[in-house]
Every structure is written in structure tokens, then in C-alpha cells.
């Protein structure tokens, strides 16, 4: 882990263990109640020794899936922009995302005993969805593979203990600008995708003809403003609620207007999805989404070079946060070792490697650690029993999938636009009175959505942080693997003049 939150988690476990040998056994015993003292569960997950009961365990699952099932619709909506030419459906992503989230936690909870949740993750499914399949052309099942190839590569850093090598690698700096850059993308994204943002006489425009018309515009709005207001009062779930609200709004508007889809005669109507129930809301799970997998057919399509920097990409985009997150976690719940690392901390990154194996095989992009499961720890979670209590609720989530398919995009972008603040808030850690790393990190920022492209604004903020250091005569403070990374890059952006050049 960087020194930086090793020092910080040290004084944080300092201090615990002051607490610990004051309070002494006394404390351990008033926390133990009838149901913890003995049993399968207390004996598995270690209830007594760290202070937790059963209640307490499934109180705090409750509320991390609450704060993260928002993915349920988020995924879907994301993904299904690159599902033209399949049978794929946004009910069959979200059974998905549901299913592979389920498992990955509850593998979460019983193999580390840390409780930790998993889905599918923010701004790699956006990378998969718009980069690799709009941008590049993949398939859907293409895409999936490359996601495949990713988590094989971080479960080979992890087991062999490489991983924190490419840690420290990439500088902090660095990866906060990865982080925000990936933040602002999906902000963009949720824009466009509402039809807050659309092209017009310029490159963008606001809404149509500079301002914000329609009943779909109303529902972005008031989805937002809803999720600003309750996550200013600290209510838990409050992206999920927002759009809940906004999604009631929705029907009863559509009911009474009867909102048409946007097209060239109505530049008010919904984007995609008109939200009008049809069916039932509860249905046995679609698993279309399962094995939508093409090993190798990226490779063909866009050569070895281009594959490996994509898979590097989209492997810094998964790296860096869950060493973080872990971290934050098991701060907020007293679970670090006297050097600042989380308890168990290998059989951790272990589950997590496989977040993107399966999220590959499962067609709903890569699965990470959420930070939200610090909602969790804050209601008293201690253990992977609370883990396996929010993989359980996303396992029978499967089978109101259909919900997230009447959710209007108009709704769900709110959150996108809300994940984009949440991120951009590591622009703090950035220092841009240092050009060395203000510029790199600008670039980084800049070009993921300037550039519609997440791969493209971590490659320029690599070489240019390369270059800077040469320049300044700090070429040997550059890691090994940077100056590896940045020269791949090089070629990465100038392949097509090299093609072409080569085919003349």
C-alpha cells in the first residue's frame, strides 16, 4: 500500500489499540449476546473475537446493498448501449450484474471474513461500453473477453506479489487523476445520455437550442436535486433513492402526458427508455447474459499491441481502488494489522482479481470492491457475515430485474452525473503548483472525455510525465514499468500513420 496510507492507518490502529487494552475483556464481553457466544456462525466468522453479533452483521449488509443496488440499474444502462445485434436486454444485464455481485460477496465474506461487497464497477463498465464497443468497434462478447484477460492478468500480479509493484509504479498523483478523469467521463456520459447535453450548432449544447425542454428534462433534474439534497442530509442510499424518486415522477408523468421517445419531430421526449410498466415487475431470471464471451476476438480485430494497451488500461482503471478501498473499510472498522493492512489482506485482492474473471463470463464487465460497504462497517459490520447477507439480497434481486428495464434513462443518468462529483473530489490530492504532475494530471482529466476515451487520457498523461521528468533531469526517478507503459502508448497512438505507412 502507499506509504502515505500506511502512515495514515498506523495512527489509526495506534490509537485502537489504546482503546483495546483500556477497555480490555470487559468490552468484548458487554458486546456478546446470546445469539454470538456459540454456533456455526460465530465460530466461522470470528463474531466474539471482533466484537460483532449476528444482528449486527446483518444490519450492516442490509444497508451496504441498499447504498450500492443502484448498480442494478446503472450497469444495465450503461452496457446496453453496445448490445445492437443481440439478445441481450437491459432485464438480462441487470439478472447478471445481480448474479455475479451475489457471488463475488458472498466469496467475499467467507474465503477474507471482511466485509467487503463487490459489483460491478463505475467507470469500467463505461470504459467497456463506449471505449472498447463504440469507440473501437468490439462486439459485446469481444469486450467481455478483453474484461476475461484483465482479471487474469491481476490475479497473476496478485498471486505472485507483482501487484503492488505496478502500485507504486504508476505515481499517486497519477492515479488521482485516473480516478477523476474516469469521474468527469461518466458525468459526460450521463449528460449526453439524458439529453441534458446534445450536439447542436456547436460540438455540444445544453438540452435543445440552449435550453432544457420537455418532461424528461424535468425528471434529470429533479432526480438530481433529489440525490444532492439527501446525500447533503447524510441518508443513507441516496443515490438509489433519488432515483427511485425520480422514476415515480416518470410514470406518473408519462401516465398523464403520454411522453413519445425523442425523435426529429419531438426534441423533448424520452431518450430510451419510456417508463410504462408492461408485464410483470417479477419474473424468473434471464441469464442472457452469461458465458457472452469472445476470448480472442479482439486480438484479430485490432492486433496484439492495441489488445495488451486496452487491457492495461482497463486494468489501471480496476488496480488502484480496491487497495484503497480495503483500506478505508477496515480503518472505519478497526480491521488493519499493526502496519496499516487490512486482515487477510492476500485472500482480499485474491476475490477481488476474480471480480473481473467473472464479471468477463458473467457479460457485465468487471466486479470491484465498493466503498459504500464503509456504510456497512458504520452500522456495526465487523465480519465477511455481513458480506454474504449483501451478496444474498443481490442474488434475489435476480428476480425483479425487470424493474431496471422501466427505469428511464433520463432517471438513472442522475446518478452517473452524482458518481462524477464523487470522484472528482480526489482532485484535492493533486498538486497543481507542481507542473510535473499538474500537467500530467490535466491531460489525464482533460482528454477521458474530451476525447470520448479513458485509454486515451491515461496514455497522454503517462508520456507527458515521462517526458516532464526527463526534462527536468529526474529521468532516473521514472519507474521501469513507466517508461515501458509510455513507450507502448507511443505506438498506441501512432499506429494508424504506422499502418498506413507500412501498407504503402
Known sequence: MADAVRDGAKIGVTLWRVNTKVA???????????????????????????????????????????????I?????????????????????????TALVAGILSILMGIFANFPLAMAA??????????????????????????????????????LTGFREAVFRAVPRQ??????????????????????????????????????????????????????????????????????????????IVQAVAKVPVVSDEVAGGWQSTVPQLQGSPIQMPSFATIFQIDFFGAFTKLGILPVILLI?????????????????????????????IPLKSRSILVVDSLGAIFGGLGGVSSNTAYVESTAG??????????????????LVAMFFAPLAALVPA????????????????????????DV???????????????????????????????????ARGKAKSVHALMWIVSAMFLLYFALGPIQTAIGG
Open 174 to 251: 497519477m492515479r488521482s487523476a485516473i480516478s477523476v478523469g474516469i469521474g468527469l467521463f461518466i458525468a459526460f456520459v450521463g449528460l449526453i445520455n439524458a439529453g441534458i447535453v446534445r450536439p447542436g450548432g456547436t460540438p455540444v449544447q445544453l438540452g435543445v437550442g440552449g435550453s432544457l425542454s420537455g418532461w424528461p428534462a424535468l425528471i434529470f433534474v429533479i432526480g438530481l436535486i433529489t440525490i444532492v439534497i439527501l446525500h447533503a442530509r447524510k441518508v443513507k442510499g441516496a443515490i438509489l433513492l433519488g432515483i427511485t424518486f425520480a422514476t415515480v415522477v416518470a410514470f
Open 24 to 70: 480490555g475483556n470487559q468490552q468484548k464481553q458487554a458486546q456478546k449476546t446470546p445469539d454470538d457466544q456459540s454456533g456455526f456462525l460465530s465460530n466461522f466468522f470470528q463474531l466474539s473475537q471482533r466484537g460483532s453479533t449476528v444482528s449486527r452483521e446483518v444490519r450492516g449488509g442490509l444497508v451496504t446493498f441498499i447504498t450500492m443496488a443502484y
Open 312 to 340: 492495461f488500461s482497463l486494468m489501471l482503471a480496476d488496480f488502484f481502488d480496491t487497495m484503497g478501498t480495503m483500506v478505508a473499510v477496515g480503518s472505519e472498522g478497526d480491521l488493519l494489522d499493526e502496519d496499516g
Open 72 to 96: 442494478l440499474i446503472l450497469n444495465p444502462a450503461i452496457l446496453s448501449a453496445n448490445t445492437e445485434g443481440t439478445d441481450i436486454t437491459i432485464a438480462a444485464i441487470a439478472t447478471g
Open 377 to 394: 462497517v458504520g452500522e456495526g459490520a465487523r465480519t465477511g457475515l455481513a458480506s454474504v447477507v449483501t451478496g444474498s439480497l443481490f
Open 436 to 470: 510535473e504532475y499538474a500537467i500530467p494530471a490535466f491531460l489525464t482529466i482533460a482528454l477521458m472525455p474530451f476525447a470520448y476515451s479513458i485509454t486515451a487520457g491515461i496514455g497522454a498523461g503517462f508520456i507527458f510525465y515521462t517526458v516532464i521528468q526527463v
Open 121 to 158: 464497477g463505475m467507470g469500467l463498465n463505461a470504459l467497456v461500453a463506449f471505449n472498447l464497443g463504440l469507440g473501437l468497434g468490439l462486439t459485446y462478447q469481444e469486450s467481455m473477453g478483453l474484461v476475461f484477460w484483465e482479471g487474469v492478468l491481476i490475479l497473476i500480479l496478485v
Open 410 to 433: 433520463e432517471a438513472a443518468s442522475t446518478a452517473l452525473v452524482f458518481v462524477g462529483f464523487l470522484m472528482m473530489s480526489q482532485v484535492t490530492d493533486i498538486d497543481w503548483t
